[in-house]
T-cell receptor, first 114, second 114 residues
Framework: AQSVTQLDSQVPVFEEAPVELRCNYSSSVSVYLFWYVQYPNQGLQLLLKYLSGSTLVKGINGFEAEFNKSQTSFHLRKPSVHISDTAEYFCAVSSKAAGNKLTFGGGTRVLVKP | DAGVIQSPRHEVTEMGQEVTLRCKPISGHNSLFWYRQTMMRGLELLIY????????DSGMPEDRFSAKMPNASFSTLKIQPSEPRDSAVYFC????????????FGQGTRLTVV
């Protein structure tokens, strides 16, 4: 079975400050990892994904994440946030063994303050 | 492609009534997922299909819930009879299993059962 834990339910951050959202996963097989963003009253939009290769993944809107197999983590970072980054962020895991079933973490709500 | 299309966007119904949510996946995608999102439980996978066949319906909460995928371009999620605790946002997502890509989400259906 696969699972995802997002350690922070809410992260307040000031505009232009850096932010890191933590994600840990559990799986007995090779995984694919994703970060999605959900703006108010909208669906989920992919920020970035790790399938294989380089462990540092760059996504849209200046976000990046690093896959760490030994720590089973996939933390999301942005060096300088904008007001428009206020949203909920979801980490997700899937695998071929699980039939590409996508399992989500509980989400982290980011509130960017001016 | 117009993306994953869900209808209706909003549904308000009375307790005991039948509700049918509809989803049109992205053309060419062969995996389809139904998720439910609530404040209390976050994003829950209800059921997913590969090549129109239900693979895992362990997330379907009760027998009141049923899902079908009669062809590659259409799926329904039915609740009969509906109850107030079914109030949530229901998302449909699709992906291309053969490419192990991310899931693309629809805009969701906000269901309110009164």
């Amino acid at each position: 079975a696969q699972s995802v834990t997002q350690l922070d339910s809410q992260v307040p951050v000031f505009e232009e400050a850096p932010v890191e959202l933590r994600c840990n996963y559990s799986s007995s097989v090779s995984v694919y990892l994703f970060w999605y963003v959900q703006y108010p009253n909208q669906g989920l939009q992919l920020l970035l994904k790790y399938l294989s290769g380089s462990t540092l993944v760059k996504g849209i809107n200046g976000f990046e994440a690093e896959f760490n197999k030994s720590q089973t983590s996939f933390h999301l970072r942005k060096p300088s946030v904008h007001i428009s980054d206020t949203a909920e962020y979801f980490c997700a895991v899937s695998s071929k063994a699980a039939g590409n079933k996508l399992t989500f973490g509980g989400g982290t709500r980011v509130l960017v303050k001016p | 492609d117009a993306g994953v299309i869900q209808s209706p966007r909003h549904e308000v119904t009375e307790m005991g009534q039948e509700v049918t949510l509809r989803c049109k996946p992205i053309s060419g995608h062969n995996s389809l997922f139904w998720y439910r999102q609530t404040m209390m439980r976050g994003l829950e996978l209800l059921i997913y299909f590969n090549n129109n066949v239900p693979i895992d319906d362990s997330g379907m909460p009760e027998d009141r819930f049923s899902a079908k995928m009669p062809n590659a371009s259409f799926s329904t999620l039915k609740i009969q009879p509906s109850e107030p605790r079914d109030s949530a946002v229901y998302f449909c997502a699709s992906s291309s299993r053969s490419e192990n890509t991310e899931a693309f989400f629809g805009q969701g259906t906000r269901l309110t059962v009164v």
